[in-house]
């Protein structure tokens, strides 16, 4: 069993920033790791994600906003969130995966980031 502890949400006015972190209880050399977004009344979607090798993937709606990177040193995944916009208010997961030793894929329980004036 794979702990993922997201923190770093909170209110924030539109134009601010806030950076999440997720913090995991295993070693992340050999996950994917991605941050998704579940706003109310729609679908998780993905955000952004960092490969093994820090390759990097963004959603068009946050490319040149937001920045994704990771500390194996410390097992935590960040989510640097810059020019903050009202729609970005959701709830945002970590998520990890894992497919050298079959496929594993586990879930954070979530951060609420609400963009507000």
């Known amino acids: 069993q794979v702990q993922l502890v997201e923190s770093g949400g909170g209110l924030v006015q539109p134009g601010g920033s806030l950076k999440l972190s997720c913090a995991a209880s295993?070693?992340?050399?050999?996950?994917?790791m991605g941050w998704y977004r579940q706003a109310p009344g729609k679908q998780r979607e993905l955000v952004a994600r960092i490969g093994i090798g820090s390759s990097t993937n963004y959603a068009d709606s946050v490319k040149g906003r937001f920045t994704i990177s990771r500390d194996n040193s410390r097992n935590t995944v960040y989510l640097q969130m810059n020019s903050l916009k009202p729609e970005d208010t959701a709830v945002y997961y970590c998520?990890?995966?894992?497919?050298?030793?079959?496929?594993?894929?586990?879930w954070g329980q979530g951060t609420q980031v609400t963009v507000s004036s």
């Open positions: 295993t070693n992340i050399l050999i996950y994917d």
């Open positions: 998520n990890a995966i894992q497919v050298a030793f079959g496929r594993t894929e586990w």
